[in-house]
């Protein structure tokens, strides 16, 4: 005679593999089918469908001139001015046929503290509004040096800012950059470059995608 308890096993096993069949049919089920990038805020914008064809040219440049800009300064503490860029062949500041097919933006550095333009820089004018690039305030740690491009003459095409905050009080790798556009590609550059006040004034931060979700949208598993 089999014993009662075996059979309070056997149901026990039952009802504990019919438990691992539901919970992985509900996880099947409820699953998103597709898994996007995360949803820009308002005040940000993707960079492969948020962007027109040159705002994606110019910001595909801005990116890896970023992190040249970065690694020149951490191995000399200064920053590529745009002279040098034009040395070094450094898109999208250097003035080639790239250059000229996506606007002739034109192109200034801002130092940390002052915010006014780069002094020495060949082709740098004043900003439209000194007065309120006097009581401009830094960004990230103990400044910002931007790169701000305006005056690009391709149809629908946006200002630039390419946000560079550090810390250089005895602090190191803390360099980031950030990319911002603004619709009108005359905009004047803001007094403020922290992010509150680019958004009070109409510039948005550009979020670029990863490589692997650039490949899903491109096959189609991406929004």
Known sequence: MRPVSGRWESLALLLAALAVIASVAGYITLRPQKVGPPTPLSWQVR???????????????????????????????GWITLEHAQKILLPPFY?????KTNGEVHWQLILPGTHQAHA???????????TANKVSQATQG????????????????????????????????ANQATIWVHHNPNAPYPGIVKPESLVGEGWRQVIPYNGASEVERVKGTQP
Not at 120 to 130: E, G, I, K
Request: aromatic fraction near 12%; proline fraction near 5%; avoid cysteine.
């Open 47 to 77: 960079s492969f469908d948020g962007l027109g064809a040159v705002d994606q040219a110019i910001h595909s440049a801005l990116l890896p001139a970023g992190e040249e800009i970065i690694w020149f300064n951490n191995d000399t503490g």
């Open 95 to 99: 003035r080639d046929a790239f250059w």
């Open 142 to 173: 103990q400044g910002a040096t931007v790169y701000y491009g305006s005056a690009g003459r391709a149809p629908g095409q946006s200002a630039y800012l390419l946000v560079i905050g550090h810390a250089h009080a005895g602090v190191m790798w």
């Open 120 to 130: 020495v820089s060949a082709d740098a004018v004043p900003p439209a509004d000194q």
